[in-house]
Structures are given as C-alpha cells and as structure tokens.
C-alpha cells in the first residue's frame, strides 16, 4: 500500500550524522505502553463485580494476553526481522489499541468474551510483536553494548506498570465514583475500590488513544543502521574475543533445532517461574509471612513494619525495573552466562533463606524477595543479548521471539504451583467466627469462599512447599545454563546469505 510505504526498512535507514541514542527512547515508547499488562490488578475486582464472574474467569483475561504474547512472537518473529521494526511497532500500537477498544466494547455490552478476544487476542499480538520489535535493531546499533542497549528498552516494559496503575487509578476516579465491598464484620473495606463497567470501559478508551500515540513516536523515531555502519572507535574484534560470542549467524529454523536453544528456552522459564512465585502473591505473602497469634497481620499495620513495607508490591517494582537496566548493563562486562550463574544461584540461596529465616525479620524478608525479584527483571534484559551471542545478529529478533514461549509457559506453571499449594493448605484450616458489627451477629468465615482464599489464615509455613519447589526449579535451571556451549559449525549459515539487504533509497528519510 503505497501510503503505508513510509514503513518499509528501506525508508528506515538511518542518515549519516543520526544518533544511535534515539533508537532507545523510540523502543521504550512501545515497551512502556505495553507494560501496562502488569497494571491489570487496578481494575480487576472492579470487572469480577461488573460481569459478576469469579477472580479466575477475570484473570483469564491476563493468562490468554501472555500466552497469545508468547505464540505470537514466536510465529510473527521471522517478519519482524524482515520487515523491519517500523513496520513492526506500526503494527504493534494498532493491535495493542484496538484491542484495548475491543475490550472497552465488551465491558460497556457486559460481553466478557470481547475482553478475552480484545485484551487477550488482539491486544496479545501487539504485545508480543511490540515485545520484540527494537530487539534486534537496538543491538545492531549498540554491537559494543547490547546488554546495555537491550536493557534500557525491556526496562521499559517494568517501567509501563508503574506508570499505568497511578494513570489508571486517576482516570478512574476521573470518570466515576467508587464503591467499597464489606468486610465479614459489615465494615467498609476501604482498601478495595469498585468502579462500574461504564467507568472502566471509558478508562480502556482513553489508554487506547494514549498509548497509540505514545507508541507512534516510537514508529516515526526508530530507524535502521546503514549497511556497514558501527560506532566510532568501536572494535569488533573485542566483543568476538570473549567466551560463547559467535562472529557468525544462525537462522531461526537452525537456532531450534540446536541444544542451545533449548537449554536457554529452559533457563529463562525456570528464571521466570521463580520470579513470578514471589511476583503474583507479594501483597497476601507479606502479610502472611508476618501473622501474630491472634491472626492480625504486621504488615497491615505501617506503625509497625514501617513504610518501606507497607509499599511492598511499588517496592519489588522499583527493583524488577531497576534490575531489568542494572544486570543486562552488568552483562557486558561479566558475560551472560555468568549473569545466568548470578541469577539462578543465588536466587536458589534466597529462597532457602526465605523458607528457613524469611519470617525472622521483616526487613530481611523485604530484601530477600527485592533481590529475587530484580533478578526475574535481569533475566528478561539479559536474554536477548545471550541470543546473540550464541547466534549471531542475523535473525536475533526471531529466535528472540521463539525463545519467548518460554515466558508463557512459566507465567501458567508459576501460579499454578503456588497457587496450587496454598489452595491445599488453606482447606485444611478450620473455619473462624467473627462478630459482625453492624448486625451484632456472629457469622463462620472460611479460608477458602468462591473459590478464593481470604485474608488472615495463612501463614508462613504454608508457603514452604512453594518455596521448596521453586529451589528445585532454580536448581534445573543453574544446571541448564552451565550446560551451554558455543553453537555447532553445521548451524552456522553462509556469510552471504546473512549480508543486510541494500536498500533502495539509502540514507533517506521516513
């Protein structure tokens, strides 16, 4: 289509004199938008009491977003690649804002499944091509620091969370006025709000027209080095010397077909399954891990476990962005798999620590679940540079996208045996009584009701075999990245058919 033209590579390479250093904003513009599937929490209760559907039907929502993420970047990575990355986030900000209109539709008609197709279908294939669009271009631009490079945008992706719960919150509170379930005593719970499906699905709208033109800064910005460019100063021959850095290039096809592949497809997994252990459950687990004997919970109270605490969920956010930038910075100069060693290892020493002193002291606790958690950001900013080490730049965006299942995989097995494990333990707990204050009458209240645990019966020793088990993946995992060699000769592809396509109009202008 002639219009649309602007978007093709060849209208992408960059003139002489263009700073690489724009390449990064342009790449966080779309992964800051679409971290704001980590922001859904905002709004959930207020969709399971608009559809009056259970908390699993609602997160649904989010599982099929991730999964159709990971399948999407695997079967679209290969024209990622081809097509360039205008091309890409072009596509990505038109699906990830559809599908947030889609799903307004959906809330507005009381249709939960427009949500599922709108969030979880279409805007999932934005999520994924927007995922890995900048991937290979940023390390194309950067072949002296990929960690780095890769890092700053995937940063972006923890850094969207942190943007979209305050944002989504004010336009809430912009376009309704909330309500607050009750308590089993009939008091007002004052920490959950309500917003009715109107409200919510005006909120959908408005992200979508923020986001689309957020993420279109990122389209007209990004750009395409010239055949042959590389930094000033820069020597190849320094990054080709050090440990599993190929000078050559792997296809797609041949990256699955090699062990290395899979050894990193299980090393991510088992890094993000540990991660979202402690991810998926922070606010229940705090105050869980901290119960006095009369049932309260330290971590409800700021007097008591101070405001470090009390901010626990922004708390592990802060470093599961910090850490996405830090440790794939820090991969530069340590290596990758080292960075992998780092993770995995001292991430298994940490959650023992958790199961034997995690509820000793709440400071510790604090730190303990923080280390772990930047080490689950690391790991994400880390890999697309590990890819392209072992397989070269050629296709990188591809394998990236295959090698992305993996996080799929891990966010359905994380809180399945989490998850799994607490629903065992709290049905073994006896049922309270409580005296409701406004009635004045004595109502049961139960761990489990509607298929959802509440507050006030677990405690940490419910939590061990969940921790138990993540030590054991961890452990799979350290095992999994020590096995990793340098890619076979036969997988190499001939220098010729990895040369960058001329372009028709080089140097020019979008």
Request: glycine letters at 10%; aromatic letters at 10%.
């Amino acid at each position: 289509m002639p219009a649309l033209s602007f978007l093709d590579r060849s209208h992408t390479v960059a003139p002489p004199g263009y700073s690489r250093w724009l390449i990064p904003p342009a790449a966080l513009a779309v992964h800051m938008c679409i971290g704001q599937a980590y922001a859904t929490s905002v709004y959930k209760v207020s969709l399971i009491e608009s559809f009056g559907a259970s908390e699993k039907a609602i997160g649904y929502i989010f599982s099929v977003a991730i999964a159709v993420l990971g399948i999407s970047s695997a079967l679209f990575g290969t024209w990622v690649d081809s097509g360039g990355p205008r091309k890409a986030m072009f596509t990505s900000a038109c699906c990830w804002s559809v599908g947030f209109v889609v799903a307004a539709a959906g809330i507005a008609s009381d249709q939960l499944w427009l949500v599922y197709l709108g969030y979880g279908v279409i805007g999932g294939i934005g999520l994924g091509i927007g995922y890995i669009s900048p991937v290979s271009t940023l390390m194309k631009w950067f072949p002296d620091r990929p960690g780095l490079a890769t890092g700053m945008a995937i940063m972006g992706f923890g850094a969207g969370a942190m943007i979209a719960s305050p944002l989504s919150t004010k336009l809430l509170d912009l376009y309704g006025d909330p309500t607050h379930p009750l308590k089993p005593d009939g008091t007002p719970n004052l920490t959950v709000s309500l917003y009715d499906g109107s409200t919510v699905a005006k909120m959908f709208l408005t992200l979508a027209i923020v986001y689309f033109v957020v993420m279109m800064f990122g389209v007209f910005t990004v750009r395409v080095p010239a055949p042959g460019w590389s930094p000033p100063h820069f020597d190849p021959s320094t990054v080709k010397a050090k440990p599993l850095v190929t000078s050559n290039h792997v296809s797609a096809r041949n990256a699955i077909r090699t062990p290395q592949f899979w050894l990193l497809w299980t090393v991510l997994f088992c890094n993000v399954t540990a991660g979202i252990g402690i991810l998926e459950n922070a606010a229940p687990m705090i105050q869980d891990f901290f119960r006095t004997e009369d049932g309260s919970s330290l971590a409800s109270d700021p007097t008591k476990i101070g405001i470090v605490a009390a901010g626990f969920v922004g708390f592990l956010s802060l470093f599961n962005m910090g850490g996405r930038f830090v440790w794939s910075t820090v991969s530069d100069f340590l290596g990758r798999k080292v960075n992998y060693v780092i993770y995995l290892g001292v991430g298994l020493c940490l959650y023992a620590l958790l199961v034997s002193v995690g509820s000793d002291s709440v400071a510790l606790f604090v730190v303990i679940c923080a280390v772990i958690i930047s080490f689950y950001g690391g790991g994400f900013a880390t890999v697309p540079a590990y890819l392209r080490d072992l397989f070269g730049t050629f296709q990188v965006g591809a394998i990236h996208g295959r090698l992305l299942t993996a996080w799929s995989a891990a966010g359905v097995a994380g809180p399945l045996i989490v998850n799994g494990v607490l629903d065992s333990a709290a049905e073994d707990k006896p049922c309270k009584q409580v005296v409701n204050t406004v009635t004045q009458k004595t109502v049961e209240v139960c761990a489990v009701k509607d298929g959802k645990i509440q507050a006030g019966f677990l405690d940490a020793g419910d939590y061990r075999t969940a921790l138990l088990i993540m030590i054991g993946v961890l452990a799979v995992g350290f095992v999994a990245n020590l096995l990793i060699r340098p890619v076979a000769e036969r997988f190499h592809e001939p220098p010729a058919s990895t040369a960058p396509p001329t372009p028709s109009a080089p140097g020019g202008e979008a």
